[in-house]
């Protein structure tokens, strides 16, 4: 799929921090990107911010992304920018280095090209000079994280064309930004200057030694930042004037613009001693936290205040939650249709069909041939293959071909006629490297801002209506997690709702379960301890796929349960500590369960990812750990990896805790969420939780069957 709006190429010179992040937002919304950076280190750089910004936009729209596009390095600016159907300029603020990029993309790009440039600086028409088209230059001033903040600032020089104003915008919308037009070239622009003014009152406050740089910040984030992520300074004081709105608001305050409570102009000097006393409480502040380390805890919390805002609609969230809509139109919108008149393209083994999107893709002969579905090659009513695949010749190659808009028709050299190929089960099944990455399922990881915004969904809709049902089937993949709310309270009711997915997977504790603190117990669930975050069942071989739990009493004291993303905790890992992840994925942990009648073992390593480093399985569970075999230098470095696991796991930023009530029934995917709850108190009351398992098969088949039937009443 393509969304529309996004160009297909992309021009990037400069890969810095600001260019870093466009690369990252502009192939995550499908565009080839060309990138000049004369750093030989860009590639690394860039290669990490795109893969850090993948996580965490998804992680924000939690929406079907396009295919992704393609990041390649280019030599020169004149290679980023020829071709391109956008360049955006992100060089170090120098006028004379910006200059030469512009001047040198300007010699080489199509005409109607939009350049933009991301300074914040420096004025568009000083930019303009030298070029052979200034009308397309407009400066696109993004702010950091690019991938995540939706704020563009659009400004055109003295040589403007509104073409170019619009083309820019319509750019920037398709991305999901939010472009802001101004009208005037002013230095600073207007985001800047007012970042400014507060930053010059900042360094005031510390260089006359009235507050430190963290009491600065303490005095911004527990207080007007937070209400700036929703409204303006103007809205504010708005309200501030309560029901008399401005007008009262300025009678009140107006007097006070004449006392002395900013410098504004007036700039302190920046003197050794002051410059001093900015480091040295700068890097107390950061309290020994690398630069990668607080990216990534800006990025949760950016990702978390935005989500939250999502749910109310508004401001930025409004924002996200329209752009996630787009996502999911285009999703399901495409239609696959090939260039031109149909251009199919015989080569020497295959058959390349170029789409109207500008994609190809490839089919080996032999491929197409074994994948005739006609009534000779497919039986009609099983939809099992009668085709003998190895009797086929391995050179069959096509007689004739013809497209017209729906279908391929071929006629075989083995004399086989009429083999008839939909252009829309061609396009799902190209073999490129890009679709086969995108056809992987997208899980969206999440931290504990999960909490701000449960998955939740009635129990009636589920079980009543099919559109429910498959949101709830979907929720459960995507996300891993979904409440089901509003159960009966019988014991019925827990198996009504699971049947409507699938059959019950029965283990060795029956086809359902009672969670309740009992006399003798064969599991430690079945106690009143804390069970710290796991995932069930480690000791088997398939461990069951889906959880539910259904919560029938709740009466006792403490005992809420936590939840943990499993993939999450391997994304943290991974980006804090790649020997530790190596590891997890590798040592496999033996595990065992063993009472009267069973004794069940397997052994298998913490994390399991699929071949292009996505995750399939997240294993853990301390209870059910059998002794390692291991070779003595392996021991200590494997207990402290498990031990590292367990700690990003049990994190403030990892853990949701939520209090199940009677009625609630939480659903949540086994082999990815751990899953845990605090200790209660049996004396003070009864506590009752019904449990069984669905597996990942029937789940996902579900899941096909109600799309198909979805799509088929669409
Ligand atoms: C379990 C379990 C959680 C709970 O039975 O495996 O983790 O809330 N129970 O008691
Ligand atoms: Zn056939
Ligand atoms: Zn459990």
């Keep these: 799929m393509r969304l529309g709006g996004v160009p297909r190429r992309v021009g990037l010179l400069g890969g810095g921090v600001i260019g870093g992040g466009w690369a990252a937002r502009f192939v995550l919304h499908g565009a080839d990107v060309g990138l000049y950076d004369p750093d030989p280190d860009a590639p690394r750089k860039v290669g990490a911010v795109v893969a850090h910004a993948r996580l965490a936009f998804a992680r924000l729209v939690a929406a079907p992304l396009p295919a992704e596009g393609t990041l390649t390095f280019v030599a020169t600016p004149e290679e980023a920018a020829a071709g391109a159907d956008f360049v955006q300029e992100s060089a170090p603020e120098r006028l004379d280095v910006k200059r030469t990029l512009i001047t040198r993309a300007d010699a080489v790009a199509g005409p109607s090209v939009v350049i933009a440039s991301s300074t914040s600086g420096l004025l568009p028409s000083g930019l303009q000079e030298g070029m052979v088209h200034p009308e397309r230059l407009v400066v696109g001033h993004p702010f950091n994280p690019v991938y995540l903040l939706p704020l563009v600032e659009v400004c055109a020089g003295a040589v403007r064309s509104a073409a170019a104003i619009d083309r820019a915008v319509a750019t920037y919308r398709a ?198 579905d006609c009534s000779e090659c497919v039986h009609p009513q099983t939809r099992e293959r009668l085709l003998d695949t190895f009797a086929l010749a391995p050179d069959v190659a096509p007689e004739r071909l013809c497209a017209d808009s729906e279908t391929l028709t071929v006629d075989w050299t083995d004399g086989h006629r009429g083999s008839r190929y939909a252009l829309s089960w061609l396009r799902e099944h190209c073999s490129c490297a890009q679709c086969r990455s995108s056809r992987r399922p997208r899980h969206r990881h999440w931290g504990a801002e999960l909490a701000a915004a449960l998955p939740e969904i009635d ?25 089901v709310r509003r159960a009966p309270t019988c014991e019925d009711a827990l198996r009504t709702l699971a049947t409507r997915v699938g059959h019950v997977r029965a283990t060795n504790f029956g086809p359902e379960f009672h969670v309740e603190a009992m006399i003798e117990p064969n599991n430690v669930a079945y106690t009143s301890v804390e069970l710290r975050p796991h995932t069930d069942l480690v000791n088997h071989e398939a461990p069951p796929g889906v959880q539910f739990l259904h919560c029938l009493v709740a009466d006792a004291p403490g005992g809420a349960s936590t939840l943990v993303d499993g993939f999450w905790v391997a994304d943290r890992l991974r980006e804090r500590a790649p020997d530790t992840f190596r590891l997890l994925c590798e040592i496999p942990v033996p595990y065992r369960f063993h009472d009267a009648t069973h004794d069940l073992r397997w052994a298998a390593p913490v994390i399991s990812c699929n071949d292009d480093g996505t995750y399939r399985e997240i294993r853990f569970n301390n209870a059910l750990m059998a002794p390692l075999e291991l070779p003595v230098d392996l021991v200590a470095p494997t207990y402290a990896a498990l031990a590292q696991f367990d700690a990003i796991a049990r994190s403030a930023q990892g853990e949701v805790g939520v209090r199940l009530q009677p009625g609630d029934v939480m659903v949540f995917h086994n082999r990815r969420i751990l899953h845990g709850r605090k200790a209660f108190d049996p004396g003070g009351g009864a506590r009752h939780l019904l449990g069984l398992y669905v597996d990942i098969d029937e789940w996902r088949s579900t899941m096909r069957v109600l799309r198909r039937r979805e799509e088929a009443r669409t």
Excluded at 354 to 371: C, P, V
Excluded at 459 to 483: K, Q
């Design 175 to 372: 991305v999901g930004m939010r472009p802001l037009v101004l009208h005037t070239e002013i230095d600073g622009f207007v985001a800047d200057r007012l970042l400014e003014a507060m930053w010059r009152e900042a360094l005031w406050l510390v260089n006359d030694g009235v507050a430190t740089v963290s009491q600065i910040d303490d005095a911004i984030r527990f207080g007007a930042g937070l209400r700036w992520s929703s409204m303006g300074t103007f809205l504010v004081y708005r309200l501030a004037g309560g029901e008399a709105g401005m007008r009262h608001f300025m009678e009140q305050f107006g007097p006070t613009l004449q006392w002395p409570w900013t410098k504004l102009m007036d700039v302190p000097e920046l003197t050794d001693d002051l410059l001093d006393r900015l480091v040295a409480q700068s890097d107390e502040q950061a309290g020994g936290r690398s630069i990668r380390e607080l990216e990534a805890l800006r990025d949760d919390c950016l990702v978390a205040v935005m989500r939250g805002l999502q749910t109310v609609g508004f401001g930025a969230g409004e924002v996200v939650d329209q752009h996630a809509q787009r996502l999911r139109e285009a999703a399901q919108a495409f239609e696959p249709a090939l260039a031109g008149d149909g251009v199919v393209e015989p080569g020497d083994h295959h058959v390349t069909l170029i789409w109207d999107e500008g994609h190809r893709s490839a089919f080996h002969h032999l491929w197409l041939r074994d994948n005739c």
């Design 459 to 483: 129990y009636a809709d589920v079980v009543a209506d099919d559109v429910a049902l498959l949101r709830f089937v979907e929720t459960v993949w995507t996300d891993g997690v979904a409440f």
